[in-house]
């Protein structure tokens, strides 16, 4: 097969591919157990997540004290977010995010904090600008379908094949493989937008991918890209500091061939998604 | 072999995004299949204890990422593997013709002592589905091209041909470890490199 037959046939899948998400859940062939079948009603935990047995009926009074927490913090937050430029949130801020962001309120803060409103001001039309090109040309739509098609499933929004949600999904990440050409998209994104998309429309999330990769408070740029740059400092300094830390825990890994990759990954490359409760 | 010593034998499934690698072991090890599989990221593993000609050994099996960037990643997983598993999707090109690069990819980085000795098994995978794009002759004669590498199809999602596929998995792996044994049971005595032992008077060589 020569280059034109090869560029010709990848054309001809990427167009398979886009047709099928906006053409959705009508008329698209859907193989029966593509999607799976839970009792959404009996199933749906707080955050979305269906879980394969019926959450117990039973409140769980931990389960009750911790969601009364929430509600006081929830009203923290509320009256944080109507005086976002005070002194006192300013002094506040961190140790509440550390406390963690009453669910509720997530679609606000994150966006405040990862100034969302002035980076999509600053470039009106560039997120449709770029879901054309992708549509036209991008390289990296069979990877992006295949993980849209396995990431978070057991969510009410991400459940059906096709849903509207799984669109956006796939938008974002094939608009930002297009946006950030050095990155491009490598596995492991799909999880990072699917969260955000959980809270924010799409054109929000894909500033909010953006912001996570290049802002140089998160830059997760050299986390993703060709080579893994960043990664591997990670993994050098979080072995210096179990080193140094905990040498016994530390020796006792390296002797029997415990690598640090095999256990940390996640942490750093999906933001602990799949290592730590959403609560 | 005199050892009493609990076997383990690790193995490596590799192969493009999407072939079914996660699918496969999942069928092995705990013989069910679903599409709530997420993408692997970096790798995962599973253990299985089973028998292989009389002996108890356990199969540990590793699952990694089919994105082509993370085999940069994959000198932590390889390491000290017994045998390795290529893996394709028999209605999708693209992922028979990456099978080069991912064995390749594997000696170099996992550097076995052998490297044309070294244990892989092929498997084309979904031959439940239609329409096929590789035939068994083409995927037969690939592994001829490459020292005879046993070749199984097999389904996933139909549990077709699966447990013997791991079966000459497990076999081959315990070959290889064998020989590895063996080559270390050559030299009847350790070379210290402490000074205890006092040179024999003369015979030397460095004297």
Same mark, same amino acid.
Not at chain 1, 117 to 136: D, F, P, Q, V
Not at chain 2, 101 to 124: K, T, Y
Not at chain 2, 128 to 135: G, K, M, N, Y
């Given at each position: 097969m020569n280059e034109d037959d090869l560029l010709k046939r990848s054309a001809e899948e990427r167009e398979k591919i886009f047709k099928r998400y906006e053409q959705g859940r009508d008329g698209a062939q859907i193989d029966p157990w593509e999607d799976p079948g839970f009792e959404v009603y009996h199933a749906t935990d707080r955050y979305g997540f =269906?879980?394969?047995?019926?959450?117990?009926? *039973?409140?769980?009074?931990? !389960?009750?004290? /911790?969601?009364?927490?929430?509600?006081?913090?929830?009203?923290?937050?509320?009256?944080?977010?109507?005086?976002?430029?005070?002194?006192?949130?300013?002094?506040?801020?961190?140790?509440?995010?550390y406390k963690g962001i009453p669910n509720s309120l997530r679609?606000?803060?994150?966006?405040?904090?990862?100034? =969302?409103?002035?980076?999509?001001?600053?470039? *009106?039309?560039?997120?449709? !600008?770029?879901? /054309?090109?992708?549509?036209?040309?991008?390289?990296?739509?069979?990877q992006i379908d295949s993980d849209v098609n396995r990431?978070?499933?057991?969510?009410?929004?991400?459940?059906?094949?096709?849903?509207?949600?799984?669109?956006?999904?796939?938008?974002?990440?094939?608009?930002?493989?297009?946006?950030?050409?050095?990155?491009?998209?490598?596995?492991?994104?799909?999880?990072?937008a699917g969260v955000l998309l959980m809270y924010m429309d799409e054109e929000d999330a894909f500033w909010a991918v953006h912001v996570l990769l290049t802002d140089p408070k998160y830059a997760m740029h050299g986390l993703y890209k060709e080579g893994f740059p960043k990664l591997t400092r990670f993994l050098a300094h979080h072995d210096r500091i179990l080193m140094k830390l905990l040498p016994k825990v530390k020796k006792h890994f390296d002797r029997h061939g415990l690598d640090a990759i095999l256990y940390s990954l996640k942490w750093f490359f999906v933001c602990f998604i799949e290592r730590m409760e959403r609560g | 072999m005199a050892s009493?010593?609990?076997?383990?034998?690790?193995?490596?499934?590799?192969?493009?995004?999407?072939?079914?690698?996660?699918?496969?072991?999942?069928?092995?090890?705990?013989?069910?299949?679903?599409?709530?599989y997420k993408a692997t990221i970096g790798a995962d593993f599973l253990t299985k204890e089973l028998t292989v000609d009389d002996r108890t050994v356990t199969m540990q099996?590793?699952?990694?990422?089919?994105?082509?960037?993370?085999?940069?990643?994959?000198?932590?997983?390889?390491?000290?593997?017994?045998?390795?598993?290529?893996?394709?999707?028999?209605?999708?090109?693209?992922?028979?013709?990456?099978?080069?690069?991912?064995r390749d990819e594997f000696l170099i980085q996992a550097s076995p002592r052998e490297p044309e000795n070294f244990p892989f098994v092929l498997l084309g995978n979904k031959v439940d589905l239609e329409p096929r794009a590789i035939s068994s002759k083409?995927?037969?004669?690939?592994?001829?091209?490459?020292?005879?590498?046993?070749?199984?199809?097999?389904?996933?999602?139909?549990?077709?041909?699966?447990?013997?596929?791991?079966?000459?998995?497990?076999?081959?792996?315990?070959?290889?470890?064998?020989?590895?044994?063996?080559?270390?049971?050559?030299?009847?005595?350790?070379?210290?490199?402490?000074n205890t032992q006092k040179p024999s008077g003369g015979s030397g060589c460095c004297q």
């Amino acid at each position: 097969m020569n280059e034109d037959d090869l560029l010709k046939r990848s054309a001809e899948e990427r167009e398979k591919i886009f047709k099928r998400y906006e053409q959705g859940r009508d008329g698209a062939q859907i193989d029966p157990w593509e999607d799976p079948g839970f009792e959404v009603y009996h199933a749906t935990d707080r955050y979305g997540f =269906i879980h394969d047995k019926r959450l117990p009926s *039973k409140v769980d009074p931990q !389960e009750t004290k /911790k969601v009364q927490i929430e509600i006081e913090r929830q009203r923290k937050w509320l009256k944080m977010i109507k005086n976002w430029d005070s002194t006192n949130t300013k002094e506040k801020l961190a140790s509440r995010v550390y406390k963690g962001i009453p669910n509720s309120l997530r679609s606000d803060v994150w966006c405040k904090l990862l100034q =969302i409103e002035i980076i999509k001001k600053e470039n *009106k039309g560039k997120y449709a !600008e770029m879901m /054309k090109l992708a549509r036209k040309y991008s390289t990296d739509a069979r990877q992006i379908d295949s993980d849209v098609n396995r990431q978070f499933r057991e969510h009410l929004h991400y459940r059906e094949r096709y849903s509207i949600k799984q669109l956006s999904l796939f938008n974002v990440l094939t608009a930002y493989a297009m946006y950030n050409s050095e990155v491009g998209y490598c596995q492991g994104m799909s999880g990072l937008a699917g969260v955000l998309l959980m809270y924010m429309d799409e054109e929000d999330a894909f500033w909010a991918v953006h912001v996570l990769l290049t802002d140089p408070k998160y830059a997760m740029h050299g986390l993703y890209k060709e080579g893994f740059p960043k990664l591997t400092r990670f993994l050098a300094h979080h072995d210096r500091i179990l080193m140094k830390l905990l040498p016994k825990v530390k020796k006792h890994f390296d002797r029997h061939g415990l690598d640090a990759i095999l256990y940390s990954l996640k942490w750093f490359f999906v933001c602990f998604i799949e290592r730590m409760e959403r609560g | 072999m005199a050892s009493r010593k609990k076997t383990l034998l690790k193995v490596i499934i590799l192969g493009d995004s999407s072939v079914g690698k996660t699918s496969l072991m999942n069928q092995y090890v705990n013989r069910k299949f679903t599409n709530q599989y997420k993408a692997t990221i970096g790798a995962d593993f599973l253990t299985k204890e089973l028998t292989v000609d009389d002996r108890t050994v356990t199969m540990q099996i590793w699952d990694t990422a089919g994105q082509e960037r993370f085999q940069s990643l994959g000198v932590a997983f390889y390491r000290g593997a017994d045998c390795c598993v290529l893996v394709f999707d028999v209605t999708a090109p693209n992922t028979f013709k990456s099978l080069d690069s991912w064995r390749d990819e594997f000696l170099i980085q996992a550097s076995p002592r052998e490297p044309e000795n070294f244990p892989f098994v092929l498997l084309g995978n979904k031959v439940d589905l239609e329409p096929r794009a590789i035939s068994s002759k083409r995927a037969q004669q690939w592994c001829q091209s490459k020292n005879n590498i046993p070749y199984f199809e097999t389904s996933a999602k139909e549990g077709l041909n699966v447990e013997q596929a791991f079966m000459a998995i497990a076999k081959n792996a315990l070959a290889q470890q064998n020989s590895t044994v063996d080559l270390y049971n050559e030299f009847p005595d350790q070379i210290k490199l402490t000074n205890t032992q006092k040179p024999s008077g003369g015979s030397g060589c460095c004297q």
